[in-house]
């Protein structure tokens, strides 16, 4: 059957292990395919002998990372470590010397994923990174090769599985954001420390992943605009749901041709009937607009051992062959930069609701400020009042306004005496 | 830059032309991408001064398939007739001759698929077909790459936007079948002779297709099992609604191991709830099961000149980047036949509708047919009666059971002298 393909993992913890456990179950069947063996030649981790979900041969494991990326024997390195330190470092090193790299890491993707792939394109070889976004979803190879012939013209994503089970439990059951993080936390959905996920981090790498890809260009994560769904309320989800939307945590990004780039994660309203408003629990979506295609989909289970493992797995193969068959690597094309927009030109219909002081006159002077910045308002209604604070809720749509005018009204409105608080400020995605 | 890419175009009709405008259109920059200029070098239309929606060099246009089967100057053959002759001999003499072949053409791929692909592996090229199966909706290519890793388990899948965007109509707004497929036809949704469609025979040769990959073996669309959505009525639609359900003519091949694989299309009830049911009008919907990622899909355009033209350039595209880079083709696997089960043997629940005699004791003959069949009833609904003709309409949904008992099943109650007919009689799809 001739030399084995030989991999070798960095890290073995869930990611890590599902892929051993692949390796091992299924070795011999990807074998037969490839007509060559392909094994699991080492595994970096920290502690040998810690207790692990899979039963790799203890003389495979090694603490050390120089004993995989030195070692000529191995043919393409899986990093399943996360984290941007020490994994940039080594897959650079492992792409320098030669070897073709898997990755699910979308942190080191999303801030050195074109640096890394022109190394790899210099040293005649692959960075692949299938499992960097949505899990087991292919979106990454379709939008690098099945949609190559559009010019893409904007993405939106539901690719954080944790924040969209806490949205559709808060949704569904009127819980409390605490209370839903709560249970996710218990599901092992969300993390003991939860901010990557709520603040919208771990959104904002992949979108600048996807984003980087679609356009041809390098968005770096921290130019992404980015909130999180930390202030939403029970209200925010009944109003929505009177209102006809869902409430969503997207990642956004829009070619304006010459007018540069958008690119957000933030919390939106979202029409009930749209297909990402229907996309629940810890699923993730991917709508991609091509000017041929139109728009498709991508729907599937973003995260978990085994899903994470097929997107690897697809891509160890795919490297597998490549080097088998002494196939060149997928051609790359240098980034050209495109300015991105600031968020201030943004131009939607935003909700915003308020708790202002329950008497006459109220309504009139925040309108007032709304007119001044040319703000157009496309209903208000009030909502229940407090009858002991004498306060009343106020839920204010607009028309489409410019973010710029938006903000300046709303800091208005802030200030009035009879506005106890400006709540929660959303835009809408139709 | 070098000698160009030549694309020679079989058929300039809406597909072909689709095909022509956007190489017409988007040529520099697909050239700037490859490095090499791609042009459109011939193209074969059956008469050269039929007026066409693409303005293409009357210079290029030829008759005589053999003036582009035997240019040496041609690369790529681009196939886009449709029909299974003389598409089928053309794309054959093609590959034969070395050329990559880029087809949407589903009746061939169905019928002719695994022996077109070990000719083009024999000659060192490769026959991309992504446009055959859901317009410009990525499938074939993630099928056989992304989801490599994979035991593909089940594909279920939306595949024929003529009978969803029927099946639409109806559900929304009660219209009777050749209502929704006049107001089709009207919109260019249906053909004047909209046969293959609504039997479900496109949906046989795509799911053919499909299957074939998914599981690697050939299954002839002759032996996928196809029943068309003609005999369902607005009652149908109704009393699903009422129950819970949608229906949809789905398209599904399921793998049961050493029991041998399914494969039919026939409208199903599918739950309300259940994201294929959510799947409106033209739009199509792929979902893959594999024991890895669990479920993903895929959605999008499932027809229409510019979705196929996506899928057809992203093919050429790839061809031409492995002319140019010298890149082998796709490895091939001889497909293993797999024995098909009979539908006898499928196990479902079932939705069956009957009109009877309204009077006494009927609804104990009926139960005694299903008792003595050991079909076991769910639920029996009797509604509407037609006092005039002294009938009622009985709705009755079994627990699972056997397909072979629930035809013996039917075939005994309609032989009851106070049943009318059997009216209609469908699976559920949970």
């Known amino acids: 059957m001739g030399e084995s393909i030989n991999v070798a993992l960095l890290g073995l913890g869930v990611v890590g292990s599902g892929v051993a456990r692949v390796l091992l179950a299924k070795g011999e069947a990807y074998a037969r395919r490839l007509g060559r063996p392909l094994r699991l030649h080492k595994a970096l981790v920290r502690d040998p002998r810690r207790p692990r979900a899979v039963d790799v041969d203890p003389s495979l494991l090694t603490t050390e990372a120089s004993h995989i990326l030195e070692d000529p024997q191995v043919h393409?390195?899986?990093?399943?470590?996360?984290?941007?330190?020490?994994?940039?470092?080594?897959?650079?090193?492992?792409?320098?010397?030669?070897?073709?790299?898997?990755?699910?890491?979308?942190?080191?993707?999303?801030?050195?994923?074109?640096?890394?792939?022109?190394?790899?394109?210099?040293?005649?070889?692959?960075?692949l990174f299938e499992a960097s976004v949505g899990g087991g979803i292919p979106i990454i190879n379709p939008l690098r090769r099945d949609l190559a012939a559009n010019q893409i013209r904007a993405l939106r994503a539901i690719i954080n599985g944790t924040t969209n089970y806490i949205l559709t439990r808060m949704a569904r059951e009127g819980l409390a954001f605490q209370d839903a993080l709560a249970q996710a936390q218990e599901l092992g959905y969300a993390e003991p420390d939860p901010t990557n996920d709520i603040a919208?981090?771990?959104?904002?790498?992949?979108?600048?992943?996807?984003?980087?890809?679609?356009?041809?260009?390098?968005?770096?994560?921290e130019a992404v605009y980015r909130e999180g769904i930390t202030a939403l309320t029970p209200r925010d989800f009944r109003y929505a749901h009177e209102l006809g939307y869902a409430i969503k945590l997207l990642a956004i990004a829009r070619h304006h041709g010459d007018d540069g780039l958008e690119a957000r994660v933030h919390p939106v309203?979202?029409?009930q009937e749209a297909p990402l408003a229907k996309v629940e629990g810890?699923?993730?979506?991917?709508?991609?607009?091509?000017?041929?295609?139109?728009?498709?989909?991508?729907?599937?289970?973003?995260?978990?051992?085994?899903p994470t493992a097929s997107a690897i797995l697809a891509d160890v193969l795919d490297a597998a062959q490549a080097l088998i068959h002494g196939r060149p690597p997928s051609p790359w094309h240098p980034p050209s930069p495109i300015p991105l927009r600031p968020m201030e030109q943004l131009a939607r219909r935003y909700y915003i609701r308020m708790e202002v002081a329950d008497r006459p006159g109220v309504l009139a002077q925040i309108a007032h400020c709304f007119g001044k910045h040319q703000v157009s308002i496309a209903s208000v209604i009030q909502k229940e009042t407090n009858e002991e604070a004498q306060t009343a809720e106020i839920v204010i749509m607009t028309h489409t306004a410019q973010e710029a005018a938006v903000r300046a009204t709303i800091a208005d409105v802030e200030h009035l005496p009879v506005v106890e608080q400006v709540g929660t400020f959303l835009r809408v995605e139709d």
């Open 200 to 221: 919208g981090h771990d959104a904002a790498f992949k979108l600048s992943i996807l984003a980087s890809l679609a356009f041809n260009t390098h968005i770096p994560p």
């Open 269 to 271: 309203l979202i029409p």
């Open 76 to 127: 393409i390195v899986v990093e399943a470590m996360g984290g941007e330190e020490p994994a940039h470092t080594y897959i650079r090193e492992a792409l320098a010397r030669g070897r073709y790299v898997v990755t699910a890491n979308k942190e080191v993707m999303a801030k050195h994923g074109p640096s890394l792939m022109s190394l790899a394109h210099q040293q005649g070889v692959d960075i």
């Open 282 to 306: 810890v699923l993730n979506a991917i709508e991609v607009e091509g000017d041929l295609v139109g728009r498709v989909t991508f729907q599937g289970p973003g995260a978990g051992a085994l």
